[in-house]
């Protein structure tokens, strides 16, 4: 059964730190591995999708790898500013992506 | 592009009563759609997936007739919650994968059920 944990479970940064936030999964057979952004009361914005053959995926000020031999994925943020603070999700999709198997997540609050 | 409504975003209700929570996509077609419920300071749980014309497959634990998903159409999927209680007040994702997207899931903004 996939397990997904987030470490750390909450973080506070200074405007302007590059921070990076971890996934790691207990299963290796994952499909692809998906980082969300979710504001309070809100749904759920895909950050950044990667195949479980692609090593990493960049977009603007987030990169995110995926290294299924050790079974950990890091979403880095760099130059994060307070409109970056929300929970980040990681979540392992499984059976060709139909089921997803969520962490916890990480409160993320960047201090101006 | 891939955007993802649900209605309403917030209801509440009596004990006993049912509810039905609609999720379309909006500018594609979703052959798959699948439900999440959220409890508060906690993950996503996956509660079951519906394709287009046939039943949902529920996951180990969710009741299937406490949680009716229908899959009407391409753009549609309900999830009514029947003879809602207390205990099932949480708060109700939507997602949705269209064709050839590699496994993607686009979601909505979310349901919030207070039951009474």
């Known amino acids: 059964k996939q397990e997904v944990t987030q470490i750390p479970a909450a973080l506070s940064v200074p405007e302007g730190e590059n921070l990076v936030l971890n996934c790691s999964f207990t299963?290796?057979?994952?499909?692809?591995l998906q980082w969300f952004r979710q504001d309070p009361g809100k749904g759920l914005t895909s950050l950044l999708l990667i195949q479980s053959s692609q090593r990493e995926q960049t977009s603007g000020r987030l990169n995110a790898s995926l290294d299924k031999s050790s079974g950990r994925s890091t979403l880095y943020i760099a130059a994060s500013q307070p409109g970056d603070s929300a929970t980040y999700l990681c979540a392992g999709g499984m059976e060709y992506g139909n089921k997803l198997v969520f962490g916890a997540g990480t409160i993320l609050r960047v201090k101006s | 592009g891939a955007v993802v409504s649900q209605h309403p975003s917030r209801v509440i209700c009596k004990s006993g009563t049912s509810v039905k929570i609609e999720c379309r996509s909006l500018?594609?077609?979703?052959?798959?759609m699948f439900w999440y419920r959220q409890f508060p300071k906690k993950s996503l749980m996956l509660m079951a997936t519906s394709n287009e014309g046939s039943k949902a497959t529920y996951e180990q634990g969710v009741e299937k007739d406490k949680f009716l998903i229908n899959h009407a159409s391409l753009t549609l999927s309900t999830l009514t919650v029947t003879s809602a209680h207390p205990e099932d007040s949480s708060f109700y994702i939507c997602?949705?994968?269209?064709?050839?997207?590699?496994?993607?899931?686009?979601f909505g903004p979310g349901t919030r059920l207070t039951v009474l």
């Open positions: 500018d594609f077609q979703a052959t798959t």
């Open positions: 299963d290796s057979a994952i499909y692809n």
């Open positions: 997602s949705a994968r269209r064709l050839a997207a590699w496994g993607e899931q686009f």
